[in-house]
């Protein structure tokens, strides 16, 4: 499975950075965009795939462990830069946990949210992805 971190962009000053996401650093037109805080450090969010979506994740503050499966293999990649973004391609199914105290993750996502387009159960996704 390739991983595909994006580099975002920011201005560095002595009075605190400044992080700039704009369309050509997005390989997607940004639909919608939300973020998740005051996570349990022991919950587990996600634990789906989308069948047409595609997001990017950035830890805005904190860190947190993102597991990616495609089918064949398990990746995981540790967020902790606001810098960073974790590009999740359609098809893949994610879990995210190991948040820390803190954090923070925004989500740039390529279509509003629609019901239809989720797979909730991996066995189903496991399926589809044959």
């Known amino acids: 499975m390739h991983i595909d971190l994006i580099d975002i962009p920011s201005i560095e000053n002595r009075l605190g950075n400044l992080g700039i996401i704009e369309n050509d650093v997005v390989p997607f037109e940004i639909k919608r965009v939300y973020y ?3 996570i349990p450090s022991n919950a587990t969010r996600g634990g789906h795939s989308h069948k047409k979506l595609q997001q990017i994740l950035i830890a805005i503050s ?3 462990d993102v597991i990616l499966k495609d089918g064949n293999s398990v990746e995981k990649v ?3 830069k606001p810098n960073k973004g974790l590009l999740i391609k359609n098809n893949t199914w994610r879990e995210l946990e190991n948040f820390s105290s803190g954090a923070v ?3 740039l996502a390529s279509t509003i949210y629609d019901e239809d387009d989720y797979v909730r159960d991996f066995n189903e996704f496991l399926t589809l992805k044959k």
């Open 36 to 38: 998740l805080y005051d």
């Open 62 to 64: 904190g860190s947190f």
């Open 78 to 80: 540790t967020l902790n």
């Open 105 to 107: 993750c925004l989500v």
